[in-house]
């Protein structure tokens, strides 16, 4: 099966590393590899970071390069709609996204998708022929040949091919569903036509169907059917649609979106039903997850393998440090309340904390390895004269003292930016360490994963009450000032669709 | 404070000095960027010392009512606090009281103010000042000044100024009763207007105080002044006072008239400009200003400057996606600061190499050359550096002189 696939293509892998069944939990790696001695692993269960733009929100080019769990990042496409033809695809070059929003070749990965999954608001609806897409300037059609052209021109690692997902006011028609899944297979086709006879592209197909059980078996089956006469010549050699798909994308925000709304469990259902006939080896993708308790069912029930980090950088705008450890921190018997996911820096209470970010230690001893806990000296210093005096041994050498709540709290009481970056890192961080735990509890033969699962939900607050303060006092803090910036945010915050859902035990 | 002259320019009263604080070496003449609520906007203080910069200034007035004096003393002071291992240098808070408060009475005593915050009248004396300035810890600290605008006339100048004397000496007197002496040093503020007669005076009485201070700002002035006078008055103050102390003018940060300063003998100055106008999308280059939100940036795929040491530049970031994403994402606000922050260090350093390389009046003539170009130069500046044997129209043809502040900027039509 492997011959007929060129080799192109083999520059992106996935390999399992522990036993597993359809929808265990699984521990495994995702490698991309641009030649022989480069390659960038990603561990699995892992996280991708969301992008604003095309950038992380907040952070600076030597931030995000240096900053660990920024391995993947994913970048919505629309937003270069605005200009015709999109910027990147002026870049040139080998890897011309890389270049153009300053990402590492060597150490990061970049999906794209057209549309950001995140965004739920309400666009036309969809064409045989073309997508409607957001960007500042309004909503755009994109052809599904401009998709691969923008693709082939810019060269992000993995693409998401195109899906037909409704974003008009719910209940869909049968025909309508019936619709979704027909262009959605139309569209990947046209994304894997061969280049020369190959298929240097690794697609991730995001499924379709929607809340419709049957809809969501029909269009997994379609990957999984032979292909014949014009669809087969289409994409050959493809024997099949799923021969030329590398991963698989679930979003969840659609589903929140729907008439009704899934339950937790009915979304598992879902999932289920699209991945029983598909690959079992391949990556499993969930965009738009909102809680940790939710990544642990996915990864529990479904076998998820990467998850967007979305929520943690969005609770790092609103001025909350996460801090939650997997395993789970041993229970206070003494409280009868949950522990809550992090902490709302906008509280009075930290104005005189002295106190590091992290007030769970990692593996016991290890303080917090990201950029606000533990940063680090620079390296070298510009000179701009002769006269100048470069950093003198001991200064690079001293380990630096770690920003404190108190600072924070200062920081976002007085409208700084420089707030929201070192709180991004942070909670990159933390959420990097929990899928770390979360790999070793599966890979472990003395832990068992869905106890520490249990425990990890008895542990902590799954609703985020944190952030719902945290919320208030950060739009007080607006208010008093900071009007060019209200106006950006409240899109923001209008992007955040009413995400019912949770999806916990 | 360690101060040591190392080099002088032969032709203007530019000098080169190395200024030894409690937290390290400075080299002047330079520019000080400002982090005024204890941070420069968007940026780790980590990424700031990368650039080269070894001198920020925090501001006491934002600083005293947010994070306030308790969480500071707590903290270990304001270097602890923001993680700036440098050198720090605070204002008195003078400026602000008058420039942000809705209602200030000058008396005697001090400032009677208004917290903006709970509205209580709060009185902020020469002593309590310098008080929170100990508390702050910043290596370098002003004295309390009863600041005027520079546009005022009239009988008030003169109080101000009088008054700006006797709070210098109450200043003094806190400052060497509290034994910070040794790690912070006190400067005086020269005021007096825009009136020379003042200014004299001014210079007379402070420079008698000499032993009392480590060096001396020009305050009272970037408030509006016709620029062909603002230059007088720093020169007549340059020109006065002792050479071995360093100066400050204050809220300078124009390239031209950082340049034009330290040809008159300055060696520091302050302001937010280059932050403030960074964070709006306008990135200064040695051949003027471009405003990154201007649709011609939209498919510029080359840096802001290729030859810029910042790192915003040395990684190619390009026009067009700072196009893409200024006003909208922070991350822009912090790639444009940090690329001005490093071209106002650029143009100080490269003054710098200039002076103790005997070319410093070449540097000038070839740095306005490419800045103003065929835009014109100020006329202003052409003046005060012709009073410092500086001919900057030497060598040039046809070069159009710009009254009034001849500022250069960047418009859709240009």
Redesign the interface.
């Known amino acids: 099966m492997s011959a007929s696939i060129p080799p192109a293509s083999r520059s992106f892998s996935f390999n399992l590393s522990s036993v597993y069944s359809r929808f265990s939990p699984r521990v495994g790696e995702v490698t991309l590899s641009r030649s022989e001695d480069s390659k960038i692993a990603i561990p699995t269960p892992g996280l991708l970071v969301s992008t604003s733009r095309g950038v992380v929100p907040h952070l600076s080019r030597d931030h995000n390069r240096k900053a660990q769990p920024i391995r993947w990042v994913h970048v919505p496409f629309e937003t270069f709609l605005e200009h015709k033809p999109p910027v990147p695809t002026l870049q040139g070059g080998e890897h011309p996204l890389h270049r153009f929003l300053g990402y590492s070749p060597e150490k990061q990965v970049i999906s794209s998708s057209l549309r950001d999954p995140y965004d739920g608001r309400e666009v036309p609806p969809n064409g045989n022929n073309f997508l409607s897409a957001n960007c500042v300037r309004g909503v755009h059609k994109v052809t599904p040949d401009e998709w691969r052209s923008y693709t082939l021109l810019c060269k992000p690692d993995i693409v998401m091919a195109l899906t037909d997902i409704p974003f008009t006011p719910p209940p869909y028609s049968q025909k309508r569903i019936t619709k979704s899944i027909e262009r959605s297979c139309a569209w990947l086709v046209n994304l894997l036509r061969p280049i020369d006879g190959h298929h240097p592209l690794n697609v991730f197909v995001q499924m379709a169907g929607g809340t419709v059980i049957p809809a969501r078996k029909a269009f997994a089956d379609t990957l999984m059917e032979p292909l014949y006469a014009k669809d087969a010549e289409m994409v050959k050699p493809l024997p099949r649609l799923d021969e030329g798909i590398a991963g698989y994308a679930f979003d969840l925000v659609p589903l929140s979106l729907s008439l009704p709304v899934p339950s937790p469990e009915e979304v598992i259902a879902l999932f289920q039903t699209s991945l029983s006939p598909l690959s079992i080896d391949k990556p499993r993708l969930v965009n738009s997850v909102s809680s940790p308790h939710e990544i642990l069912a996915l990864i529990r029930d479904v076998g998820i393998d990467l998850f967007d980090a979305h929520w943690v950088q969005r609770a790092a705008d609103v001025g909350v440090a996460l801090d939650f450890t997997f395993p789970a921190v041993s229970k206070d018997e003494t409280r009868s309340e949950k522990l809550r996911l992090g902490h709302n820096l906008y509280d009075h209470v930290y104005a005189d904390d002295f106190s590091l970010l992290d007030n769970s230690p990692f593996d016991g001893e290890r303080v917090c390895p990201c950029m606000s806990c533990s940063p680090s000296s620079p390296d070298t210093l510009i000179l701009h004269s002769s006269v100048d005096e470069p950093l003198q041994g001991n200064q690079t050498s001293s380990p630096l003292p770690g920003f404190t709540n108190a600072y924070l709290h200062h920081l976002l009481h007085t409208h700084e930016m420089s707030a929201h970056t070192l709180l991004v890192m942070h909670n990159l961080t933390v959420l990097d360490m929990f899928f770390e735990g979360v790999r070793k509890t599966i890979a472990s033969d003395e832990l068992d994963f869905n106890a520490e699962v249990d425990r990890f939900m008895e542990v902590y607050d799954g609703t985020l009450g944190v952030l719902d303060d945290a919320r208030i006092m950060w739009t007080e803090v607006e208010m008093a000032r900071g009007k060019g910036r209200l106006a950006r945010e409240k899109v923001k915050q209008s992007e955040t669709s009413s995400l019912e859902i949770t999806v916990s035990a | 404070m360690q101060f040591e002259i ?1 080099a002088k320019c032969h032709t203007t009263r530019a000098r ?1 000095s ?1 200024m030894k604080l409690a937290h390290g ?1 400075t ?1 002047l003449p330079t520019f000080m960027p400002v982090a005024t ?3 420069i ?7 700031v ?4 910069i070894t001198l920020i200034l925090n501001n006491t007035y ?1 600083l005293n009512l ?2 306030g004096i ?2 500071l003393d ?2 270990g002071g304001a270097h ?4 700036w ?1 440098r050198n720090l240098l605070t204002d008195s808070g003078g400026f602000q009281l008058v420039s942000l408060s809705k209602f200030t009475t000058i008396t005697e005593e001090g400032a009677l103010f208004q917290s903006p915050f709970t509205g209580e009248p709060t009185m902020l004396t020469p002593e309590e000042s310098i008080s929170i300035q100990h508390s702050i810890g910043a290596d370098i600290i002003m004295q309390l000044d009863d600041v005027v605008s520079s546009l005022t006339i009239g009988p008030r100048v003169a109080e101000a100024m009088e008054r700006s004397v006797r709070w210098l000496d109450r200043c003094i007197a806190h400052h060497e009763k509290s034994g910070k002496k040794s790690t912070q040093n006190l400067f005086a503020i020269v005021q007096g207007g825009l009136d020379p007669t003042l200014r004299d005076q001014c210079l007379d009485a402070m420079i008698q105080r000499q032993d009392g201070v480590a060096g001396y700002a020009i305050g009272g002035l970037s408030g509006g002044e016709e620029k062909d006078i603002f230059w007088r008055v720093i020169k007549q103050c340059a020109d006065k006072l002792p050479e071995e102390r360093p100066r400050y003018s204050m809220g300078i940060g124009f390239a031209e008239d950082l340049l034009v300063c330290v040809a008159l003998g300055v060696d520091m100055a302050d302001c937010v400009f280059p932050t403030r106008t960074a964070r709006f999308g306008v990135a200064l280059t040695h051949t003027g200003p471009i405003n990154l939100k201007l649709s011609k940036y ?2 510029d ?1 080359n840096p802001i400057d290729s030859s810029c ?4 530049c040395t ?4 026009r ?2 700072l196009h ?2 200024v ?5 822009a ?3 444009v600061t ?1 690329h001005n922050l ?1 071209f106002q ?2 143009v ?3 003054a ?2 200039a002076i ?1 390389a005997g070319t410093f009046p070449d540097y000038l003539r070839s740095f306005f050359a490419s800045y103003f170009g065929e835009a014109g130069y100020p006329e202003w500046c052409v003046n005060a550096l012709r009073s410092v044997g500086v001919d900057l129209l030497e060598g040039t043809s046809n070069v159009k002189l710009i009254p009034g502040s001849g500022a250069k900027w960047e418009y859709a039509t240009s």
């Open positions: 190392i080169v190395r070496v080299m609520q204890a941070a906007k968007g940026l780790t203080p980590q990424q010392e990368a650039l080269g934002h947010r994070p308790n969480v707590q903290a602890q606090f923001q993680g291992r939209g498919n795929m040491p910042c790192p915003t990684d190619g970031t390009s067009a996606f893409h994403i006003t909208h994402e922070t991350a606000a912090h790639a940090l490093v260090a650029q100080m350093g490269r710098r190499d103790v």
